[in-house]
């Protein structure tokens, strides 16, 4: 059998199995044997009948007796049978699986696992799994627990994997290099495929799992510097000249740049006149200035004679950007072009002329800038803001439309450098790692919805005083099984309990022109109290709002809700954060605290990968974050530490992965790039 042959050559996988097992990501052998256990169950310990304790969930070997009955007991249906080993005999039960009263045959032996109970002056024992045992029965085991769905049981699931371990043994070729495997004592593949799935020892599932965490960072960190190796190849078909231009950019801005921001220009300087293409990340806290840098950087290419390309992940944030930039370059002599999804027809077709002719030098959009039918005269630049909303291939695409043009990323979402090391590692990186002067301290604090009156009380006097106010909520519409506010019922209620106010609420299922009205009200001061999801996080500039309300805040992550704090003071009035949450939870106090007590992006985003892991860090919706099968990001730091030298050595040897003892290897690297490992 062949790794990549479809699961329907397993035994019981018909069409209708395969087609759940398919909503599951498996397709072929290879997606079932990585998709490892979720958990393990110790069943290796056997007791006899007699010793059986109630309440407590035993495994055991026993013979059935004889055919089971069946009866009905209000809603459930009831299946009992007879089982006896040589300390004695006792009953079994199932609930609502009729089916059990002919599943087992008299005079077979059963491994059978389940909790004893006594009910009624009855002795039993409610079963939770069983398997027949065969000849070369050897003892209990410990039994692996997977992620699985309605219609496909764990025994299927355990079943299909023995069938697939048994078809590929010992088949599985090797990807990591010889020496990578003894220099880091690390387990062979084969070996550690089998026991991750079905572990012998306590010790072999350690050996199984580190290899295979270690491998999944090393296939990772190799598809990046592939990706990294790739462009350090491609030179630069121009050097920039007039470096002058960055100086008299900056003389234009209404502010003087910090010393961290000019550091991080002279790198980006540094680079675009090395002759090789920029691939870099500027990363900073909200509010450090990320922007200011990237259009001193776009001013300089246009001065050369380059056009330069901003890339935003919502048209929100993109009408923001080019309001603010516009005016800017438009006092200089630069024309500025404005491209979403969203414009009408007419628009987009005038948008499309001027960036084709020349005549649009700095592109501001969405998405939409990286679409078919989208040429540029002569680019030079390309920002992705907000980096990672988009994937490593989305920002790829905008970088095929010029020639090797220069390649800045930037975001405001702090990231730990464990996931920095997997998100960004074909970058290299900048950090503004300092907030502009008379930046305020947001006053941040927690409380329980049984302070919301007082917060609506506070809020009617902050905007009586001429001051605004968001208000966040997670969701658009009411979802019965999640217990959180919705914006729309939010801002009635808030609606009838401001009654002075001009409150309106803005979402992201909003058609595009009224969004933009709603955001331009608040932004010159005719709405008040702005109702939003986290469309407002990113980019809006409002230095009249002085408090961020946000409801449910335990349904955030802490980086999310640092965003959103950076929202308020913007301006030279105190600032507050309002976090309501009535969660009961331990972690989720413990990440309500943190954000009360720091307001430091980098140490907050160390604390939301400790305490939720790196699945929720950015939110439900995964951006650019690779799915990682059985590594956990903080829990194994230092095997990602081990992986990614390794892997630098390896690159320093072989960059290209051209040696053939690097052929297997250089496979799966391309696999994971022409896949969806590493993009949206």
């Known amino acids: 059998m062949e790794w990549t042959d479809s699961i329907s050559c397993l035994k019981g996988i018909g069409e209708q199995r395969e087609k759940k097992l398919n909503k599951l990501g498996i397709y072929t052998i290879e997606h079932l044997l990585s998709h490892y256990p979720r958990d393990y169950k110790d069943r290796s310990k056997l007791v006899k009948l007699a010793e059986m304790e109630p309440e407590t969930e035993s495994t055991f070997v026993a013979c059935c007796k004889g055919m089971g009955e069946t009866r009905r007991h209000g809603r459930f249906t009831l299946t009992r049978l007879r089982v006896e080993d040589e300390t004695g005999e006792i009953g079994l039960l199932w609930y609502n699986q009729p089916y059990m009263k002919t599943a087992l045959q008299a005079g077979e032996w059963y491994l059978f696992t389940g909790k004893l109970q006594k009910k009624y002056g009855r002795k039993e024992v409610s079963v939770s799994e069983w398997e027949k045992i065969g000849e070369n029965f050897a003892g209990g085991r410990i039994v692996p627990v997977y992620t699985g769905m309605e219609g496909i049981s764990q025994k299927m699931l355990r079943g299909f994997m023995e069938e697939a371990l048994e078809l590929v043994q010992g088949g599985l070729t090797e990807g990591l290099p010889v020496w990578v495997r003894k220099e880091y004592h690390l387990a062979e593949r084969n070996f550690s495929i089998q026991e991750i799935h079905f572990p012998k020892t306590e010790q072999s599932f350690y050996d199984a799992r580190r290899r295979l965490v270690f491998e999944e960072f090393f296939m990772l960190q190799g598809a990046l510097y592939s990706l990294k190796a790739v462009s350090l190849q ?92 516009s005016p800017i370059f438009e006092s200089l002599g630069i024309s500025t072009v404005l491209l979403t999804g969203g414009q009408r027809v007419k628009e987009k077709r005038l948008a499309l002329e001027k960036i084709s002719s020349g005549a649009g030098e700095m592109v501001i959009g969405t998405h939409a800038v990286i679409q078919k039918g989208v040429a540029y005269h002569k680019l030079g630049l390309t920002i992705t803001d907000e980096q990672h909303r988009f994937g490593v291939r989305q920002r790829g695409t905008l970088n095929q439309k010029g020639e090797f043009p220069h390649v800045l990323v930037m975001t405001a979402t702090p990231i730990p450098r464990t996931l920095a090391l997997i998100l960004y590692g074909d970058l290299d990186v900048s950090t503004i790692d300092e907030l502009p002067p008379g930046r305020q301290k947001i006053d941040t604090m927690a409380v329980t919805g049984g302070y919301r009156e007082r917060i609506y009380g506070f809020m009617e006097k902050q905007v009586q005083e001429g001051r605004q106010a968001y208000v966040i909520c997670p969701m658009i519409e009411e979802n019965e099984k999640l217990e959180v506010q919705s914006v729309l019922n939010y801002t009635e209620e808030l609606q009838k309990k401001l009654q002075q106010c001009v409150v309106q609420c803005v979402h992201g299922k909003m058609k595009p022109k009224e969004k933009q009205e709603i955001m331009e009200g608040f932004a010159n001061g005719g709405i008040q109290v702005l109702v939003a999801t986290t469309v407002i996080e990113v980019g809006i500039n409002v230095p009249n709002a002085v408090i961020m309300l946000i409801e449910n805040a335990e349904r955030f992550g ?22 309501v949450s009535d969660a009961k939870s331990k972690i989720a106090k413990q990440r309500l605290k943190a954000l009360v007590d720091s307001e430091d992006g980098f140490e907050i985003a160390e604390m ?54 690097h052929e297997e290897l250089k496979k799966r690297v391309a696999k994971l790039l022409e896949g969806k490992a590493l993009e949206l």
């Open 558 to 579: 802490l980086a999310q809700l640092h965003q959103l704090r950076g929202r308020v003071g913007r301006g030279s009035e105190k600032s507050y954060c309002i976090l």
């Open 234 to 325: 491609k030179k630069c078909g121009f050097l920039l000249k007039k470096k002058k231009a960055l100086q008299a950019f900056q003389e234009h801005l209404p502010f003087r740049l910090t010393k961290a921001q000019q550091r991080v220009l002279k790198e980006l300087e540094d680079d675009m006149t090395s002759g090789i293409q920029m691939n870099r990340l500027v990363q900073g806290d909200v509010g450090s200035g990320k922007t200011a840098v990237a259009m001193a950087a776009a001013y300089w290419v246009i001065e050369n004679g380059y056009q330069a390309v901003l890339m935003a992940p919502t048209e929100v944030l993109a009408q923001q950007h080019f309001q603010s930039i």
């Open 608 to 661: 939301d990968l400790k305490l939720r892991g790196p699945g929720d860090f950015f939110g439900t919706r995964q951006h650019g974050l690779p799915e990682l099968k059985i590594a956990n990001l903080y829990q194994d730091m230092p095997v990602l530490m081990e992986a990614q030298k390794a892997c630098a050595k390896l690159m320093k040897i072989d960059p290209l992965l051209a040696q053939p003892e």
